[in-house]
């Protein structure tokens, strides 16, 4: 599938983000550059995934920006970015089988009640063979294991043929063979020219895949080439900043 639109430099500018006034991320600045393959690697709680919604635009920044360079709006059309939230947040529980919840990954094109043509048709068969799941498309989704629904979501997200891709912890509990052929998926992506960010904890699986990380613990510890970001110097700064905001929470709890 060829890249329609040139993934734009997604800069984050002194932003803070939080919910209800409680910042969770603060006064991060930098560039995610076109086409980077980018690991955000920090200890639960750190601000990962609240980053990465920011990004998406479902969490509103508490001050700063996330700057797209005026590129979101190109050709009249919203710059596309596909995201895979956490599982846990995934429900997968609603009746509708393999084929066509990877189709709805074409529905901007389409829009919902538009048909399928057989070139979306022949989409749809190619991404689901992509991902290894031929065979599979008229098993409804709540009967597959959760190896098989990660490549579904896969499918699901190389249809939304979108520049930018972020994923949030996509590997979680998934067994060695499929993360495997996933990765094989995103370093695709990534030769495509796409902007790809992961949200990771295999420390290993960065160092070996992702040339880039951002090592978060409520404010940037490091950004940079990933064999630096995930010094053991790095990693302990990450681990202390976090015990310190633990600390602070629990006085607050103990106070209120
Ligand atoms: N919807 C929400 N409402 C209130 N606070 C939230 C919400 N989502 C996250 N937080 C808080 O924001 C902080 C950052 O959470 P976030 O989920 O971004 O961290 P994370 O680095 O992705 O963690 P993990 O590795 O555990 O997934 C945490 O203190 C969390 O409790």
Redesign the pocket.
């Known amino acids: 599938m060829g890249l329609e639109l040139t993934p734009p430099t997604i800069a984050l500018r002194d932003l803070t983000l939080?919910?209800?006034r409680?910042p969770?991320v603060h006064h991060l600045d930098g560039e995610i550059a076109p086409g980077a393959l980018l690991a955000i690697c920090?200890?639960?709680?750190?601000?990962?995934?609240?980053?990465i919604k920011s990004i998406v635009g479902i969490v509103n920044p508490m001050g700063g920006a996330v700057d797209f360079g005026g590129a979101r709006e190109k050709h009249g059309k919203r710059e596309k970015i596909a995201y895979l939230p956490?599982a846990a947040q995934i429900d997968l529980s609603f009746p509708i089988d393999v084929f066509d919840m990877a189709a709805m990954g074409l529905w901007r094109d389409i829009g919902l009640f538009g048909g399928l043509s057989k070139l979306d048709l022949q989409k749809v068969r190619e991404a689901l063979a992509s991902v290894g799941l031929n065979g599979f498309e008229r098993r409804q989704i709540g009967a597959l294991s959760g190896g098989q629904a990660q490549r579904l979501l896969f499918a699901r997200l190389m249809l939304q043929d979108a520049a930018v891709i972020l994923l949030d912890?996509p590997f979680s509990a998934i067994d060695e063979r499929t993360v495997d052929d996933l990765l094989g998926l995103i370093a695709r992506w990534r030769g495509e020219g796409r902007t790809i960010v992961a949200?990771l904890?295999d420390f290993d699986m960065v160092r070996a895949r992702f040339p880039e990380t951002l090592l978060?613990a409520r404010e940037k510890i490091f950004w940079g080439p990933t064999e630096e970001a995930l010094s053991p110097e790095n990693l302990a700064r990450a681990r202390k900043m976090i015990e310190a905001f633990d600390e602070r929470a629990s006085a607050c709890v103990r106070a209120g």
Not at 42 to 51: C, E, V
């Open positions: 939080g919910y209800d409680h969770a920090g200890p639960n709680g750190a601000g990962k995934s609240t980053l956490q912890e949200v904890h978060l």
